[in-house]
């Protein structure tokens, strides 16, 4: 039983870094967008088995905060931003698919090496989901980097807080109020992005952050 | 006596891949003409073929060298052999220490190079851009496939499929992210691997995409049979492959007598004639992608097949 306990929670976690590497290969809007849903969705699964094998049933109001905002509204706002927008078919990579996935692996190697070093002392269930949790979060870090659109870049700072969601449903003892607070901090600068957004491509009739570059006087050569 | 039984069940198995791999071809095109809504050839359609071009001359190109004619049946024989050892519905064959899975890409690796060489020989120019795209995706492919091997072997701790598959099928092992992870890079280097649609078409022979079809467009009569069941046989290796490690259940142990491998048999049955509906399914549901993305997307297979490595030393570190 101890096996398939620890078996699970490590399939959920490692499909997490899993997905945020296939966000890494996704070039279109939309399909970045699938994928975030996608991730969001094994990061439900995550914090839910995580509940079950704690005993601790807040963790499934995480669990459903992470379906109903982050798998269902946010990817068909973002959808929805991206038709009024008029950039769903745009590809916008500063480096290629390539290098950026060389990138991203040897950020999940330095995640896992760090962590796995810090932590010896705790329990392995734990100590893996931090790793992974650690992999995950750099990886959004990583989207947020190499993308110019900015929307992209939104999709890559929600990676990054589902990272940080998964750090903290493995470690045990988290508060709800904490948990919530977080969610809704993410829900409202994800308004602030979204309007944010619209102003930018009014000014600029572009959402191209090198916009801003060129507003600021920073011309690129 | 054992002996005799035991080269029995060998040559059994050896027909076994031989006879199945063009009804396989022959499933993969029903569904996906089933799924296009239209009704698809008969399941026994390849080997009319395949009768059919037996039958027929062999046209040669007069610049032709001896190499041209000597490719096909090379290629046969390495995809045949490789595709005799993977353990189908039972393990522990008399032939299997030699089913290694290094050797089995070393045996494909030589099926691919006379291919490309006898694409290149008689000096057509679609024969030549076939060969170097082959190789290109070859360069990509092959080392992603060692590095699923590598974490197979590390999990199992043993390069041998017979051995492999056994470990498998033990409750030694559990869920992990790293098998999930390499499951996912093999079908991707199996797909690039077959020339199936996102790399390469099997079904058109238009010029600017085509990679296997441009190679093989100077042979004709027995020697395009060879080629085309040379081509079935790999497919059927693949999935073969990837029913053995991933889904090694029912695969019964050698000397476990008739009844067994019957269930075994009809096990593998059911397991070919699910990857060949999953791979209708997948082909219809994608486009091909320019030849130029296709590096991107073995990339991806390669690095997919690094962090499978790299996750297999986390979780051993545990």
Known sequence: MIGSVFDIAHMLAGGLVLVSMMMLYQDRLYALLN?????????????????LIQDAPHLFVTAAIALVFKTIIIPVVLHRMIRQLGIHREIETVVGVGPTMLVGLGLVALATVVML??????????????????????????????????????????????????????????????????????????????VFLFRIRERFDTVDVRALDDFKGRRRK | MVIVSALFVQAFQMSLVVLLAPLLTGIVRLFKARLLRRRGPSLIQPYRDLVRLLRKEAVVAENASWLFRAAPYLIFAATWVAAAIIPTFATGLL????????????????????????????????????????????????????????????VAGSTQLSAIAVFMTSSQVG???????????????????????????????????MVHEAMVLEYSGRHLAMIELAASLKLLLYISLIACLFVPWKLVAFGSGPLAYLIGLFAYLAKLAAGGALLALFETATAKMRVFRVPEFLGAALMLGLLAALLRFVSRGL
């Not at chain 1, 904490?178 to 979204?194: D, N, Q, T």
């Not at chain 2, 499951?183 to 600017?208: G, S, Y």
């Open chain 2, 95 to 154: 032939f299997s220490w030699t089913a290694d899975l290094i050797a089995i890409i070393a045996l494909l690796g030589s099926a691919r190079f006379f291919l490309a060489l006898a694409g290149m020989d008689v000096g057509t120019s679609f024969g030549g851009i076939g060969s170097s795209r082959e190789m290109m995706i070859a360069t990509l492919a092959e080392p992603s496939m060692l590095l699923i091997i590598f974490t197979l072997a590390l």
């Open chain 1, 35 to 51: 994928v975030f849903a996608l991730h969001s969705l094994v990061l439900t699964l995550s914090v839910a088995w995580q509940a």
């Open chain 1, 117 to 194: 070093r810090v932590t010896s002392s705790a329990d392995p269930i734990a100590r893996e989901d931090l790793a992974f949790a650690l992999s995950v979060l750099l990886l959004g870090l990583l989207i947020m980097v190499t993308r110019r659109n900015a929307v992209s870049q939104v999709v890559g700072f929600m990676t990054l807080e589902n990272g940080l969601v998964l750090a903290a449903t493995g470690a045990k003892g988290m508060p709800l109020v904490v948990e919530i607070s977080v969610a809704f901090s993410i829900l409202i600068a994800f308004i602030v992005i979204g």
């Open chain 2, 175 to 209: 869920l992990r992210v790293s098998l999930a992870i390499a499951l996912i890079a093999l079908v991707m280097v199996a797909i690039a691997e077959n020339a199936r649609i996102p790399v390469d078409n099997p079904a058109t022979h238009l010029e600017l995409t």
